[in-house]
Every structure is written in structure tokens, then in C-alpha cells.
């Protein structure tokens, strides 16, 4: 069982993985598999920083294509037994790389073993790198495994890569970049009821919001509702430009032939294909029309070419 723990409750001695590791995508897994692999009796651990550190130097909005609990049912398969995120703010942003090392990773997290990309930079202003890390471990009893960056064609793999290809509404590229479908999850909140009034009752899902979404849109998407899913759906993602332009961006998600209560409830939704972007229509009616289409196409696309995944991201 995996747990999300602080520096209060992690257990010790640990062989981390260093990183944020949004998106776990292939890169990711490889420096993952060498916080697990013979450590001893060291608990195989991930350590993020959290928040961003640009979040708290820079005031950048950072969204994570997983948060942290999303992460935990990924993390499990593949040999992590906790995840602690370590708060960064701006005292620990002046650590020194020396006082990372000895304070953080071997006082407080007892590391016997840490693992990070070649590309991992620490300390104040960045100033610290991979081979620097591997200096100050040494001198501390941690064995310091660096993994090189993982190609893909002329490209690397990377968080960033994933996101484009979500703003781009590229789910396929999203899920083979990750390498696992990409989902988010709500709560079913009241929505105004228009849906019902035009025959297609939609769920109207409340969102964390430092989660990434896809491109606004329509979608093709699984529904997992419990136990009873995944469900055959179609989601529209935006603003509702016929019915209200000035309303805020919104989830929406229509069960396909399928009628049942779901407010209140905790929904995971994993969109599968971008079916077109949203428009204004000249009245309800034809909304209503193209809604139809819609939903005859989420059909064809899901029963025709995709499987629901079980595993990706839990709700919990």
C-alpha cells in the first residue's frame, strides 16, 4: 500500500527518486525503477517539490498533469511505497546544494540511495547539478544514480511535450508520451438543468484547479463511476457559447444510453479524441441537433477503436 506522507511520517531509511515526474512518462520510470532496484532494505520513495518551485520564485501557474494523490495508483506498480512531497518555499529555496544534501536528503529523508535525471538541478538559484549531487553524496554515505534523458526520434521525452499535446487536443500523443491515458476527475456539482431541458442531461463536474485540462472542446470519453464504470460518454470543455458566452469555462459530461444519478459523486473521466471545437449556433434547436451528432460519433469512435483503460488515474 502507498502512502502519501510529510517529513513527519515517512519512513526511513529510503532509496528516493528525486523529481517532480509529472506525467510519469518513460523518462520518468526509468529513474524510478533505480530508486527500487537493489536498495537494501531501503524503502523505495519519490520526493517531489511541492509547490513548483516557479510557482514560489517566479509566480508561475504550474498545472500538473497528475496531482499528487492521482499519482499514488501509478507509482504503486512500479515498486514505490511512498510518495512525500517536500514543501518548497522561499527559505528552502536559499538552501545551499551542501545544505540540501546533508539537511534534507541524508537528516531528514535518511537517503541511502537517490536517483534523479541528468538534467536534475538543485540549490540556491539552480546551482547545483547532477555530478554535483553525486560529489556531495559521496561524502555522505548516499549513492547518487544519475539516468540519462530518454530520446524519442529527433525530440526527448518530456512533461512539457505532454502538455502541448493536450493543448493540441492530441490524446493519443498524450497517452503514448505517458505512457498510460490520460484522465482527470471532478465532483458532480448542480449545474442549471438546460441539459435535461434539451434532452441531453449532462453532469457539470467541479475540477481542482491546478489540474491540466485538454484544448476546450468536445470529446469522446470513458466515464468511470465506481464501480459501474468506465461509461461511454461525450464532454464538452469550455464556455457554453449559444447558451451563455459570459459563463465561465465548465465540464460537462453526457452519458451515453445510459440514465442514472451521479450528483454528488466523485467521476474520473478519460477523453479519447477531440471531435471538434466549440461554436455558436443560431438557436437551442440546432445545439440540441449537433449535440446528437455528437453523441453518434463519441459512439462509433469509443465501440470502434478504444478500449477503456482500467488502470491510469484513481479516485481517492
Not at 15 to 33: E, K, N, P, T
Not at 108 to 132: I, M, P, T, Y
Not at 206 to 215: F, M, S, T, W, Y
Not at 285 to 298: M, V
Request: include cysteine; proline fraction near 7%.
Amino acid at each position: 500500500m502507498i502512502a502519501l506522507c510529510s517529513l513527519d511520517t515517512i519512513r526511513t531509511p529510503t532509496a528516493l527518486a528525486l523529481g517532480s515526474f509529472d506525467g510519469l512518462h518513460a523518462g520518468h520510470r526509468r529513474v524510478i525503477a533505480q530508486a527500487t532496484e537493489n536498495v537494501g532494505e531501503a524503502i523505495p520513495t519519490v520526493a517531489s517539490f511541492w509547490p513548483h518551485p516557479r510557482e514560489v520564485l517566479f509566480g508561475d501557474v504550474r498545472l500538473r498533469l497528475h496531482l499528487p494523490r492521482e499519482k499514488l495508483n501509478l507509482l504503486a506498480p512500479l515498486g514505490i511505497q511512498q510518495l512525500v512531497l517536500l514543501n518548497f518555499d522561499r527559505t528552502f529555496a536559499r538552501l545551499t546544494p551542501e545544505d540540501f544534501v546533508v539537511n534534507v536528503l541524508a537528516a531528514q529523508l535518511k537517503a541511502v540511495v537517490v536517483a534523479v535525471g541528468e538534467n536534475f538541478r538543485f540549490g540556491a538559484g539552480r546551482c547545483g547539478d547532477a555530478s554535483l549531487l553525486q560529489q556531495l553524496g559521496g561524502r555522505h554515505g548516499i549513492q547518487v544514480r544519475v539516468v540519462p534523458l530518454l530520446g524519442d526520434g529527433p525530440q526527448r521525452i518530456s512533461s512539457s511535450r505532454i502538455r502541448l499535446a493536450l493543448e493540441q487536443g492530441q490524446l493519443e500523443e498524450a497517452a503514448r508520451l505517458m505512457p498510460h491515458p490520460y484522465c482527470f476527475q471532478g465532483r458532480v456539482v448542480a449545474g442549471r438543468g438546460l441539459g435535461q431541458e434539451l434532452g441531453w442531461p449532462t453532469a457539470n463536474l467541479q475540477v481542482d484547479g491546478r489540474k491540466c485540462l485538454p484544448r476546450e472542446g468536445v470529446y469522446a470519453c470513458w466515464v468511470h463511476v465506481g464501480d459501474q464504470g468506465p461509461l461511454p460518454g461525450v464532454m464538452n470543455l469550455g464556455p457554453q457559447p449559444t447558451v451563455d458566452p459570459a459563463a465561465p469555462s465548465a465540464v460537462e459530461v453526457h452519458l451515453l444510453d445510459c440514465t442514472m444519478s451521479l450528483n454528488g459523486l466523485e467521476l474520473k473521466v478519460e477523453p479519447v479524441r477531440f471531435l471538434r471545437s466549440q461554436q455558436v449556433f443560431q438557436d437551442l434547436d440546432h445545439l440540441s441537433k449537433q449535440i446528437g451528432k455528437d453523441a453518434q460519433q463519441a459512439r462509433q469512435v469509443l465501440f470502434s477503436h478504444f478500449t477503456p483503460s482500467s488502470g491510469g488515474v484513481g479516485i481517492g
